[in-house]
């Protein structure tokens, strides 16, 4: 499949934008953190038609933006240039910034970017939506983000202090909560119409200052994963407007709820027909061999739906993070939900995810994990009903950080769908990450241990 946009792309966006001063040029990288240039507009066109260099090395950064050992993409290959293209129709405005700015997603080519290609997030979405394609089966996924708004001055205060209106408790579902934030969501819903993001329904979740707003369901599954990643950088650009922080660590405070990515996720044939449909609440067969997978899976695909220290602080009792690779029907205590509602409208909420995974990384493992199921016609077993905490006869989640990384960097699931070029280096960033981390002594090791041992 050709995913290289036309230069044409270029031609018109600038046409019909002659103010812009800046081009933004942006590749995820494994953390899901946005890293490039910014161009001037005449540089655009021959982005699109040569692509741009960049040095092997940005494919396998650590969240803090340093070199990782054992990669195979720095010193081994003398940290080359790999070349990197646009994503088509991802060039737009960037309506919260002062100067007139646009945005441009890119992607390491998958020949041209070499060795660094097999690293690219999107690019392995692209390799396991396509291996669904090829059985005729088409992803339609929507992408749900948790955040939390806070003070602008919590970059730099511990703890963090939320924005929060009606006070300092939780006010779930409260509209007056979303109606005191009118200015920013007034500005955030007009620059998702700016740049094309179906941004829908506003809810004030658990947490105070814990917000999320649904994007619509994609019949095209890179496309949704496309306007999630863009949708994150949106959010952030509006509330530092508004003199806000929107933060999407997955645990920012110890007594209140974690914030996850829930990614739905429906098959539908080549005629759009979604095959999970039918009138039993509990879906298809296909449906159950699907959610089969994911839990067969899941332990495996841990490091992607949970890849930062911070993101194992999210799964506890009780808090709306599952602990069991289980599934049920209407059912939030659960890691694979099915909805209730009308029959054509049967899909699966996989609700593993914290808020800080790479969208891309996450929707590919759950992905894989479907098409494991279905392959293999993985029998789920009854849906839990009731408490999923209270689950005796599951193998719990791997809620350890290195023992996840090393369960996925051991995997022959995740070389399978992956490649084992990926997993390597994946698993030796996060390898990278856990030991600096481990190594850090943080203030609750002083305050335990320095007068105590």
Not at 346 to 365: F, K, S
């Amino acid at each position: 499949m050709n995913h290289r946009a036309s230069p044409a792309e270029a031609r018109e966006f600038l046409a019909r934008n002659s103010d812009i001063r800046h081009v933004q040029m942006m590749l995820t990288d494994h953390n899901g953190v946005l890293r490039g240039k910014s161009l001037r507009p005449a540089e655009l066109e021959a982005l699109y038609e040569r692509g741009r260099p960049l040095p092997s090395s940005i494919a396998a950064l650590t969240l803090s933006g340093e070199d990782a050992e054992n990669t195979g993409l720095l010193w081994e290959v003398g940290d080359m240039d790999c070349l990197a293209f646009p994503v088509p129709g991802t060039l737009m405005r960037c309506p919260w910034l002062a100067a007139p700015t646009a945005q441009v997603l890119i992607m390491l080519d998958p020949e041209l970017g070499m060795p660094s290609a097999a690293a690219d997030p999107r690019l392995v979405a692209i390799r396991v939506i396509e291996r669904l394609k090829k059985q005729r089966l088409n992803p339609v996924m929507a992408v749900e983000l948790e955040f939390y708004l806070l003070e602008g001055s919590s970059a730099r205060s511990r703890p963090p202090v939320p924005v929060a209106p009606r006070g300092q408790h939780p006010h779930v579902y409260s509209i007056d909560e979303v109606e005191a934030l009118a200015p920013f969501f007034d500005d955030l819903y007009r620059a998702c119409d700016v740049q094309g993001l179906p941004a829908e329904t506003a809810i004030s979740e658990f947490g105070p200052g814990q917000l999320e707003i649904t994007l619509t369901h994609r019949a095209d599954a890179l496309q949704a994963l496309d306007e999630a990643t863009l949708y994150r950088r949106l959010v952030k650009g509006v509330a530092a407007r508004h003199g806000f922080l929107a933060c999407f660590m997955a645990k920012p405070f110890g007594g209140h709820a974690g914030s996850g990515t829930h990614l739905h996720l429906s098959l539908v044939d080549e005629q759009g027909h979604n095959l999970f449909a039918h009138d039993d609440p509990a879906g298809t067969m296909l449906l159950r061999h699907a959610v089969g997978g994911m839990a067969e899976t899941a332990a495996d695909m841990m490091a992607l739906f949970a890849p930062h220290a911070n993101s194992y602080r999210r799964f506890c009792a009780n808090s709306y993070a599952p602990l069991f690779p289980t599934w049920g029907i209407n059912n939030r205590t659960v890691s694979m939900r099915v909805p209730t509602g009308p029959a054509e409208t049967r899909h699966v909420e996989h609700r593993i995810c914290g808020a800080d995974a790479n969208a891309y990384l996450a929707a590919a493992a759950v992905l894989a994990g479907a098409d494991h199921g279905i392959d293999r016609e993985i029998d789920p077993g009854a849906p839990v009903a009731g408490d999923g905490y209270q689950v005796t006869d599951a193998p719990p989640l791997p809620v350890h950080w290195p023992l996840a990384i090393e369960r996925f960097a051991q995997s022959p699931l995740t070389r399978e769908y992956f490649g084992k070029r990926f997993v390597d280096i994946y698993s030796a960033v996060k390898r990278s990450e856990s030991q600096r981390y481990l190594g850090e002594i943080s203030n609750q090791d002083y305050d335990w241990y320095l007068q105590t041992v």
